[in-house]
């Protein structure tokens, strides 16, 4: 099956980091994806893994995958108010679909 | 140009009329995807475009019409909706099939159907 879960809402203080998980259920996945939504917007690509890393740093943004436990993190340091939106995960396996986790709603706080 | 341009931005529309949404992209993608969003919920994709043939259609309905007249347009065909097709729908391109997630998105346009 394709199931990509995440947990509903996220609240943090502003320069706190911020930890979004995520668990997939398609072992064959070869990219993983971590997009982010603001309101009334389009999705816009923040960061990708391939299967075969662990981690992937990009400033602010650190990826973790434990391809193990089929689980994908997304960690925001420094967590500022215009990180505030919606984050969805996104796997692509075997196929030429990306398949959207349910979303994540990150709200910070000052 | 890394935008990808959909119009209108909203649309009201009674259930027997036609309308379109339109898309436009130009970096040179050869990909060119619909999704649909209902509020809180992930996008799902609708059709596919590559190379300007239909792809992929996830067994949308017939009242739902994709056409793709050249490589940087899109567009979507509305005819007969029903109330629950009121979401955003959202265009996507990527540089190809093989890049399929790594996809630029416009803003939307968000449809309602009384």
């Known amino acids: 099956g394709e199931d990509v879960e995440q947990s509903l809402f996220l609240s943090v203080r502003e320069g706190d980091s911020s930890v979004i998980n995520c668990t997939y259920t398609?072992?064959?996945?070869?990219?993983l994806y971590w997009y982010k939504q603001e309101p009334g917007a389009g999705l816009q690509l923040l960061t990708y893994?391939?299967?075969?890393?662990d981690m992937k740093q990009d400033q602010r943004l650190t990826v973790l995958l434990n391809k193990k436990d089929k689980h994908l993190s997304l960690r925001i340091a420094d967590t500022q108010t215009g990180d505030s939106a919606i984050y969805f995960c996104?796997?692509?396996?075997?196929?030429?679909?990306?398949?959207f986790g349910t979303g994540t709603r990150l709200q910070v706080f000052p | 140009d890394t935008e990808v341009t959909q119009t209108p931005k909203h649309l009201v529309m009674g259930m027997t009329n036609k309308k379109s949404l339109k898309c436009e992209q130009h970096?040179?993608?050869?990909?060119m995807y619909w999704y649909k969003q209902k509020a809180k919920k992930p996008p799902e994709l609708m059709f596919v475009?590559?190379?300007?043939?239909?792809?992929i259609n996830e067994s949308v309905p017939s009242r739902f019409s994709p056409e793709c007249p050249n490589s940087s347009l899109l567009n979507l065909h509305l005819h007969a909706l029903q109330p629950e097709d009121s979401a955003l729908y959202l265009c996507?391109?990527?540089?190809?099939?093989?890049?399929?997630?790594?996809?630029?998105f416009g803003e939307g346009s968000r449809l309602t159907v009384l």
């Open positions: 996507a391109s990527s540089q190809d099939l093989v890049t399929t997630g790594e996809l630029f």
């Open positions: 398609d072992s064959s996945s070869t990219y």
């Open positions: 996104a796997e692509r396996g075997n196929t030429d679909k990306l398949i």
């Open positions: 970096m040179g993608h050869r990909a």
């Open positions: 475009y590559s190379y300007e043939k239909l792809s």
């Open positions: 893994i391939f299967s075969n890393m």
